[in-house]
């Protein structure tokens, strides 16, 4: 069913008080960076759009809270980035990376660190301004129709509303949506598991002051690794992958654990002693079988994720966003109820997947393989730390030089 019936027949569709039986093209589920770009982009196409999620907002997820280079280039092409420029994110330059006795610094221009408190409600902004109407606070729960001709019903409380293709953009423990077969994940056997959480206070001298404004410190042991970055308001974001044994002892034990390995011990006691919510993920490295089945396409987490040690977890979710959003759109707008349609719309949006995903999600997992031997990164970093060579970090080539009077190593952007 096109657009233009879904217009005659009920007109500016839902008020915002009440979505009983409205029509839209796209209906998202889930309202995190993939969800909410999805919404953006499919209304930039002029699709009718419904956004939905469980929880209110603002929220904490469990996240690093960086955003590459790419992932602000999606949100420029969004209409976004004016947006969330505003919010006063720090601009990242460095990352420290430290590993038993030995620390190297890297240069990791370009991107900034973002609370989801404050980047998720901007993006809904940024929807809401393009006429996407948003529902939160209900879980919704997606009906495939029966038959080629049906829309998807989608219900959230009381109210429920139909519509020609669902993004389902409801993370790694998503349940909205169904699954196409009992277990529709293949997992990475001894997948680590995702733990972060915001600190308000924080020690002020030595290894316990946070993390000027820009650097990203990030520690790595033999259970996992955990990062940590100053948000655009002051506060510390620590965000961890984590072998699941570990977490028995509980995530700020943990986290501590893995500071303690790299000497970072009065940072260690802070964690330990900051009385703060903890956010846990589903294990981590996973795929899903099926990102398209019916009328529902699968986007960000909820088509699988990496240990996310290289920070590109949020640009994945713009990126996968804003390209199932345009696609969706134009596939929903011209829709012809037909069964070759249903076949086609079942394809297209995995081969745009794999043209999106292609490289990245590879060179994560390499990345996560060799933090899975401290041994050899320790090795590594003494060798940087001898050397100039020239590492990649970020997809940027950065040229290393010693600092004078200082074991760290200085890395700066060739002229």
Request: proline share 5%; glycine share 12%; charged share 25%.
């Amino acid at each position: 069913m096109c657009a233009s019936k879904h217009s005659a027949r009920h007109g500016n569709g839902w008020s915002g008080e009440s979505m009983a039986d409205a029509e839209f093209d796209i209906a998202v589920v889930g309202a995190g960076p993939a969800g909410s770009t999805s919404a953006i982009a499919a209304a930039r196409q002029g699709a009718r759009v419904v956004l939905l999620d469980q929880a209110t907002f603002p929220r904490h997820k469990a996240c690093g809270c960086c955003l590459g280079p790419k992932g602000l280039a999606a949100l420029e092409r969004i209409g976004a980035m004016a947006r969330v420029e505003a919010l006063g994110a720090p601009r990242l330059s460095r990352i420290e990376l430290a590993c038993g006795n030995r620390r190297s610094v890297f240069a990791l221009p370009g991107g900034v660190s973002l609370s989801r408190e404050a980047l998720d409600p901007a993006l809904h902004d940024v929807a809401r301004s393009l006429g996407v109407e948003t529902r939160f606070g209900e879980r919704a729960r997606v009906s495939q129709p029966q038959g080629a001709d049906a829309l998807a019903v989608v219900e959230a409380g009381d109210e429920q509303v139909t519509a020609a293709l669902v993004l389902a953009a409801d993370g790694l423990a998503g349940v909205s949506t169904g699954k196409p077969s009992a277990d529709d994940w293949a997992r990475r056997p001894g997948g680590r598991v995702g733990v972060s959480a915001v600190l308000d206070g924080y020690g002020q001298a030595g290894d316990a002051a946070p993390p000027l404004p820009g650097v990203v410190r990030m520690g790595v042991a033999r259970h996992g690794y955990v990062g940590r970055s100053t948000l655009e308001d002051g506060r510390v974001v620590a965000a961890a992958a984590v072998d699941p044994a570990a977490l028995r002892q509980g995530p700020a034990e943990a986290c501590a654990d893995i500071l303690d390995f790299t000497g970072a011990k009065l940072e260690a006691e802070a964690l330990r002693s900051s009385d703060v919510r903890w956010c846990v993920t589903p294990r981590l490295t996973r795929r899903r079988r099926t990102v398209a089945h019916g009328r529902v396409w699968h986007v960000g987490d909820a088509v699988g994720y990496v240990e996310p040690f290289t920070g590109e977890g949020m640009t994945w979710a713009l990126e996968q966003g804003e390209a199932a959003g345009a696609l969706a759109a134009r596939v929903a707008m011209a829709e012809d109820v037909s069964i070759e349609h249903t076949q086609l719309r079942e394809r297209l949006w995995p081969q745009e997947l794999r043209r999106v995903r292609r490289g990245r999600s590879w060179r994560c997992a390499a990345v996560a393989r060799v933090l899975r031997r401290p041994g050899l990164l320790h090795a590594w970093l003494g060798v940087c730390n001898a050397s100039g060579a020239v590492r990649r970090v970020s997809g940027r080539v950065v040229q290393g030089r010693p600092v004078e009077g200082s074991r760290v190593q200085a890395w700066n952007q060739p002229s």
